[in-house]
């Protein structure tokens, strides 16, 4: 780390900040993906499992449904569609914990399997190169793919958006930086040809001639798939090496690192010629596209301390986490916490009774060892944060602001510019949980715009409603005084 | 239920508050041992009585100010402060000198800003410079080294008496340290060359630390081995040691080699007085310097611009804690203005062009 301080202090390093959590990797990467998971007897599909509009339902309570059929449909601009991941039959819409640390109740849909698994019809094509670039995007967008690292934007939104500003570069992103995850890892070894082929049909839909597969040191079997499967496709994907550091994956970090450009602040990285994808996404675009098969099913990381058998787990989109967990050996006696996701961004859950939905890469129960759990301490102003943080911020000056009550003092030191990376608690000898004050600052800070302009709202309907009185009260005024004058010019005209 | 579980990252480095001021102690004892060897048991009574008493002061203010007082007696700092303070007394200096040192550093340096964390100026320096000011034979009269049992070391009662009845030194057993040897021989008109001569100055044995001097400063030798080994466990980064110490070295060059006979050289400010100490354990001291990696190289420049100053224009001889204090009173600018580049965004903070000269 203190390496990497020394780039800090320049304009344009190659890496800046990060830090190197213990990978705990080992408990899964050495075994295949498991592709036996036996159906759930229900599953719960989230309406809402991506950014933007939820879908809306297209099938009624007690439609039998095949394997792929769409159930909803996507709404608006951003939203995407959420199909079968098995054949059965829809036994209700309902609202059911989210997954999500307050697994608030949320419209849900309820599928019951029939065990028989029946695929509806599918189209694919033999050769998707001979489609016309736009017909990708819309292919990837009916079959509801998500970004599957986490984030969970329409992937067709992205494509859309890359072919019209003329990206340069596709990066593909192998980092897979959490600790615990392996399931990326597990899909490169097992499934390179296909991610390949998938990176190689977005590149058509964007009309673009390079990709960059940028892959952790720490992956070397990974590395050595991809690379093999990127071959035969001239410099078209290029396969690289990066760092394993926390958090490489950033995208804007690996942009950096690629190309020695910023993406500006407030912009996007398509504004400086980029795009970037996860493996998982390059592989479910390849199974839309070639295969004509939605997303309804996804390789998620089962793993921490309290599981038995930790393994990677290809398993129906609406699988309860309980599920999973229970397959892999789970204790619940032994466990003191439950995070979806990876340790370090990803989400506390109060229980695991939560359906998996398209960007869930893990699910983790941790024993009482493993979590970190003693109370903050005084900030001895050591600055590892400011070491540690990737997107050149001061966190224990901000965290000192939000602390006083000054949340827009904050906001001077960079508070929107924080990718709440974690990188910055992890460090920190006094265990202060920063990345929660930034989160809180900024979730008060939209609370307030959102008041405040309420408020000014309220004002200007209130202004409005008393000029449109005083308006209508003059306009009586006149009417009132033309009659009196009218009057008075009858009086006088009937006395002459 | 604690907040870390509820709120991600879920895992966190193994490096606590205590483990660092453990570690910075560590570095500090070969230094200290030294220390203790050469000035024999006065000094070795001082050290304790100045560790005890920070301990006393700081469970004295947590008990006052309602705070629990195990727990933040264990984090270390009341000791490390404690320790710091003790290095810079005369070693022979009486026991009181210790605990005044203590309870200045404990009490006004740290506890009444409120604690860890909270103190603008550095607790030790801010002890040391107040007991120099309010008690200048005590904090001014050194004892020379001796081997452990030879004659001129003191037996142990006789140590005692040094350190609890202020029995004055014997004659001959006493002298000026280097630094104040030169100045005082350059007030009376003489040179750099003759001053070297009567304070014995002895190249390697002033790096080795075998001089007079402050309990755990003379030995430059061990005060950078120490530091070294805080940097390679990252427990403090070389931005700092390597600008103050960077600093002196060019100004005491570029002097020395304008005027050789009124102008110390390089080598002799490094090794002597508090230089090594402020470079590697005071000046780095997290509290009060500045965050970014570009505000700690102005600061250490700063310490080492003020301490070639003090020294070779000041009224005093030795500049380590005047500096320290006075560029712990800039941190705060430093930190305002002196800030990392955040992403996407210039040094001003404002977005970064796009290609094309679009904002």
Redesign the interface.
């Known amino acids: 780390?203190?390496a990497f301080?020394?780039f800090?202090?320049g304009?344009s390093g190659k890496i800046?900040g990060g830090?190197h959590?213990?990978p705990r990797k080992e408990a899964t990467f050495d075994r295949p993906i498991e592709t036996a998971f036996p159906l759930p007897e229900r599953l719960y599909l989230c309406l809402q499992q991506h950014a933007g509009q939820p879908a809306e339902p297209v099938v009624r309570v007690g439609d039998k449904v095949l394997k792929g059929q769409l159930l909803a449909a996507g709404q608006g601009a951003i939203s995407a569609p959420v199909h079968a991941p098995t054949s059965g039959v829809v036994t209700d819409i309902l609202e059911y914990p989210a997954p999500h640390?307050s697994t608030l109740p949320t419209p849900t849909l309820l599928l019951e399997p029939d065990g028989e698994d029946r695929w509806i019809e599918i189209q694919g094509v033999a050769d998707p190169f001979a489609l016309p670039p736009e017909e990708i995007s819309a292919r990837v967008g009916a079959a509801g793919v998500v970004g599957m690292g986490g984030a969970a934007f329409p992937s067709a939104v992205k494509l859309n958006l890359g072919r019209k500003t003329r990206i340069q570069t596709l990066l593909i992103n192998g980092g897979e930086c959490e600790?615990y995850l392996t399931c990326d890892d597990r899909l490169m070894r097992e499934r390179a040809a296909d991610i390949v082929d998938g990176i190689l049909i977005m590149l058509h839909g964007l009309e673009c001639n390079k990709a960059i597969v940028g892959i952790e040191d720490n992956k070397p079997e990974a590395y050595a798939a991809v690379s093999a499967a990127a071959a035969p496709h001239g410099g078209k994907v290029e396969v690289r090496q990066v760092p394993s550091l926390y958090p490489m994956g950033w995208d804007?970090q690996l942009i950096?690192y690629f190309t020695g450009k910023?993406?500006?602040?407030?912009?996007r990285s398509a504004?400086?010629?980029v795009l970037m994808h996860n493996v998982a996404t390059a592989y479910a675009v390849q199974q839309a596209v070639r295969y004509g098969r939605p997303l309804v099913s996804r390789v998620v990381t089962v793993s921490g301390s309290a599981v038995s058998a930790p393994r990677n787990v290809e398993a129906p989109i609406g699988t309860l986490l309980a599920d999973l967990l229970a397959f892999c050996g789970h204790r619940p006696d032994d466990t003191?916490?439950y995070?979806m996701g990876g340790?370090?961004?990803?989400?506390?859950l109060p229980h695991p009774k939560v359906p998996l939905v398209k960007g869930t890469c893990g699910i983790?129960a941790?024993s009482p060892k493993?979590?970190?759990?003693?109370?903050?301490?005084?900030?001895?102003?050591?600055?590892?944060c400011?070491?540690a943080?990737?997107?050149?911020?001061?966190p224990?000056?901000m965290m000192s602001r939000i602390r006083a009550g000054q949340l827009e003092s904050a906001l001077g030191?960079?508070l929107k510019?924080c990718i709440?990376c974690?990188s910055c608690?992890?460090?920190?000898?006094?265990?202060i949980?920063l990345?929660?004050y930034f989160?809180y600052a900024s979730g008060e800070l939209v609370a307030r715009e959102q008041n405040k302009h309420r408020t000014e709202q309220t004002k200007r309907l209130a202004e409005e409603r008393q000029a449109r009185f005083e308006r209508q009260k003059q306009e009586q005024a006149a009417l009132a005084a033309q009659r009196r004058l009218k009057a008075q010019q009858r009086k006088a005209e009937e006395a002459a | 239920m604690s907040l870390s579980l509820l709120s991600a990252p879920f895992t966190r480095a193994d490096s606590q508050v205590q483990g660092i001021m453990v570690a910075v102690m560590l570095a500090l004892l070969p230094a200290t041992a030294f220390g203790i060897f050469i000035f024999g048991w006065p000094a070795f009574f001082l050290w304790a009585v100045t560790l005890l008493s920070a301990l006393a002061f700081e469970a004295l203010c947590l008990e006052l100010a309602g705070k629990p007082v195990k727990a933040v007696l264990l984090d270390g700092s009341a000791l490390l402060s404690g320790w710091l303070v003790a290095m810079t007394l005369p070693p022979w200096a009486p026991w009181w000198i210790g605990v005044v040192g203590a309870g200045l550093g404990v009490v006004v340096g740290k506890q009444v800003f409120g604690g860890l964390g909270q103190n603008p100026f550095n607790p030790a320096m801010l002890a040391r410079v107040a007991l120099l000011v309010a008690f200048p034979l005590e904090m001014t009269t050194w004892a020379l080294p001796s081997l452990p049992f030879s004659s001129s070391a003191p037996g142990l009662f006789d140590s005692l008496a040094i350190t609890f009845a202020g029995a004055p030194a014997a004659d001959g057993m006493t002298g000026p340290t280097l630094i104040g040897n030169w100045k005082t021989e350059a007030s009376q008109g003489r040179g750099l060359s003759e001053s070297l001569v009567s304070g014995h100055y002895n190249v390697m044995a002033s790096i080795l630390g075998w001089k007079a001097g402050s309990l755990g400063e003379t030995s430059s030798l061990l005060v950078a081995l120490g530091g070294l080994w805080l940097l390679k466990k990252n427990i403090i980064t070389w931005h700092i040691p390597v600008s103050l110490l960077a600093t002196v070295a060019l100004l005491a060059s570029v002097f020395a080699l304008t005027d050789g006979e009124r102008y110390a050289g390089p080598l002799f400010h490094l090794t002597s007085g508090a230089v090594m100490l402020a470079a590697f354990f005071i000046a780095t001291d997290y509290v009060t310097s500045p965050s970014s990696p570009a505000g700690q190289l102005i600061f250490g420049a700063g310490c080492g611009l003020f301490i070639f100053i003090i020294r070779t224009w000041g009224a005093y001889p030795e500049g380590a804690g005047f500096s320290v204090l006075l560029m712990n009173a800039l941190t705060p600018v430093i930190d305002h203005y002196v800030r990392p580049r955040i992403y996407g965004r210039d040094l001003k903070g404002r977005p970064l062009d796009l290609p094309g000269g679009r904002r």
């Open positions: 780390m203190a301080s020394f800090s202090f304009a800046r830090v959590p213990k640390p600790p804007k950096r910023e993406v500006p602040a407030g912009g504004d400086i010629g003191a916490s995070v340790p370090m961004m990803g989400d506390f983790l941790l493993e979590v970190a759990a003693s109370d903050a301490k005084a900030c001895i102003r050591c600055s590892r400011v070491s943080c990737p997107a050149g911020l001061l224990l000056e030191y960079g510019d709440s974690g608690s992890y460090v920190c000898p006094s265990e949980p990345v929660h989160k």
